[in-house]
């Protein structure tokens, strides 16, 4: 990222609208064992420092598998899987516990850490762990006893909630222990998805291997909703792409979760540093983000629109563009607005001025941020707009452009003298502008 002076007050102002979304929110980060593994535990707990001094309200669920792999290497023993689930036998088990307990340490240790001149300094971390999770075993599949393997039964969400209100960051071990006193090995995508339903958390981030889902040729897809997302598993399913893969682990957890109530799941890089930050604070992100619905809405304006809606056209205000209109009157007119909201950004707008004794109407400043240009935002608008016009009986669409002639004429319009105009409306032509008049028939 560019960090000079104007790049960086650019991306700060851009950001601090997700900085207020996300104070006193539940996010639940989950990562495997591979990212203390391979030392990328230092820049994430940076990360996690950052958002807890930011009020977003934090619990981290760890994987243990690398370190697992070496401990039974060490002892000789032989991994088993039955149904893709590793079988968990005492000796495995005695394992399980010890590389939970490495891990556990080694970030809890990282989170303390407060030394002068580093990220962490003055952060004060308090990290909380403890028996929140109560599991039960699987039990056998096709004839093969898990034995120690357990799942989610139920998790102590009064107690996870105490240690949040408390100001503490949650440390969740993929570990459950059933009222009869056994513990049980559990995996990681099972603790994350449970403890952030039962919490109702906004965010479930996983940190894996890939940028996450890909379509085709290696793009990325940021979004997915519910459907498209398991759309993309039936798919994938006939193929062997996302086989064996972390996408395989989580895109069906990040949907799980999803279904029961947690607001966004997010698939991100681990090998990028900054990677929670890049997802969480900037408008694109850089990993998938998976959602219940779609994040984009068309919506009529409210009056708490009104700066955002400002600072959309204010651009093409400078530029000559549009005609110059000040907050005052744009507050007048919200109700002619309708915009289009991105999670929680507005990325375009248009308006409708009716003009009922002629049964005509304006379609007016239509502007889509020029990020989202060309995906069709504007052609929406102004579906939208006919849509309202024709509710109020009218059967002409009038529009006045100084540079986009070729749009209105490719969406149906066609040119008209000014004298066409509505007498009301031709009163306010500005001759110094010279605006061609277009008009579509509803």
Not at 189 to 218: C, H, W, Y
Not at 426 to 437: A, D, G, H, I, P
Request: aromatic share 6%.
């Amino acid at each position: 990222m560019n960090t000079s002076p104007p790049s960086f007050v650019t991306w700060f102002r851009a950001a601090a609208p997700y900085i207020h979304a996300f104070r006193g929110k539940t996010f639940v980060v989950a990562f495997g064992g591979e990212v203390v593994d391979e030392g990328q535990l230092a820049h994430l707990s940076h990360d996690v420092a950052l958002l807890a001094s930011l009020g977003v309200r934090l619990v981290l669920v760890h994987g243990v598998r690398p370190q697992l792999e070496v401990l039974m290497a060490q002892r000789g023993i032989e991994p088993q899987y039955a149904n893709g689930l590793r079988v968990t036998d005492e000796a495995v088990l005695g394992c399980v516990k010890q590389a939970n307990g490495i891990v556990r340490i080694e970030i809890e240790a990282l989170l303390s850490t407060g030394l002068p001149n580093t990220p962490m300094a003055n952060a004060a971390v308090n990290v909380a762990s403890g028996n929140f999770v109560v599991a039960c075993p699987r039990g056998v599949f096709e004839g093969v006893d898990l034995k120690y393997t357990g799942a989610v039964r139920k998790v102590d969400v009064s107690a996870l909630r105490g240690r949040l209100d408390a100001g503490e960051i949650v440390l969740v071990s993929p570990l459950g222990y059933s009222p009869t006193g056994e513990a049980f090995n559990l995996t990681v995508e099972d603790v994350a998805t449970s403890v952030a339903t039962a919490l109702a958390a906004e965010k479930l981030i996983f940190m894996i291997n890939g940028p996450g889902v890909q379509r085709g040729r290696g793009r990325l897809l940021r979004e997915l909703t519910l459907s498209s997302a398991e759309a993309w598993i039936a798919r994938t399913k006939k193929s062997t792409v996302g086989r064996g893969t972390d996408i395989e682990r989580f895109l069906p957890a990040a949907i799980d979760a999803c279904r029961r109530g947690v607001a966004r799941a997010h698939l991100v890089s681990r090998h990028v540093d900054g990677a929670l930050l890049l997802e969480l604070f900037t408008h694109h992100g850089i990993g998938t983000m998976i959602s219940r619905d779609s994040l984009e809405r068309l919506r009529p304006a409210r009056i708490d629109d009104v700066g955002a809606v400002l600072q959309l056209i204010a651009p093409l205000e400078a530029e000559g563009t549009l005609v110059k209109r000040g907050r005052e009157r744009i507050e007048r007119e919200i109700g002619y607005f309708t915009v289009i909201d991105h999670d929680r950004r507005l990325i375009g707008c248009a308006a409708l001025y009716p003009f009922p004794s002629a049964r005509a109407a304006e379609l007016a400043c239509l502007v889509v941020h020029p990020d989202h240009r060309n995906a069709g935002h504007g052609e929406a608008l102004l579906l939208h707009i006919e849509a309202r016009a024709r509710a109020q009986k009218l059967d002409k669409l009038y529009a006045l452009t100084t540079h986009t002639a070729h749009w209105f004429v490719e969406n149906g319009f066609h040119e008209v003298d000014v004298s066409e105009l509505p007498a009301e409306r031709r009163q306010l032509y500005n001759w110094q502008r010279r605006s061609k008049v277009f008009v579509k028939s509803l």
